[in-house]
């Protein structure tokens, strides 16, 4: 049975930072597509960014400033490191495996506030 288990959100002032973790288990970890996907109320679930098995990485334009994803494959856990956080990056952010099946995390709460 895969498992996503998010960790590491929280309530930040604006222009602070946040790392997200996200712990995997039941799958070849370091074989899997790992990405972050973000979802603010009343507004569709997005990606944010990618990490594919290589290590290549790949991000939303308008976060790759901001924002680094990357993974540890030796820990089973992939990592959001997010800087100079804004009121609009407030959503639930989701960890995502891809491992011929799609699987996803509970989500943890990321609130910016001005």
């Known amino acids: 049975q895969v498992q996503l288990v998010e960790s590491g959100g929280g309530l930040v002032q604006s222009g602070g930072s946040l790392r997200l973790s996200c712990v995997a288990s039941?799958?070849?970890?370091?074989?899997?597509?790992m990405s972050w996907y973000r979802q603010a109320p009343g507004q569709e679930r997005e990606l944010v960014a990618a990490?594919?098995?290589?290590?290549?990485?790949k991000l939303t334009d308008a976060l790759k400033d901001r924002f680094t994803i990357s993974r540890d494959n030796a820990k089973n856990t992939l990592f959001l490191q997010m800087n100079s956080l804004k009121p609009e990056d407030t959503a639930v952010y989701y960890c995502?495996?891809?491992?011929?099946?799609?699987?996803w995390g509970q989500g943890t709460q990321v609130t910016v506030s001005p």
């Open positions: 039941g799958l070849p970890f370091s074989n899997a597509l």
């Open positions: 995502n495996a891809v491992y011929g099946s799609p699987y």
């Open positions: 990490i594919f098995s290589t290590g290549s990485t």
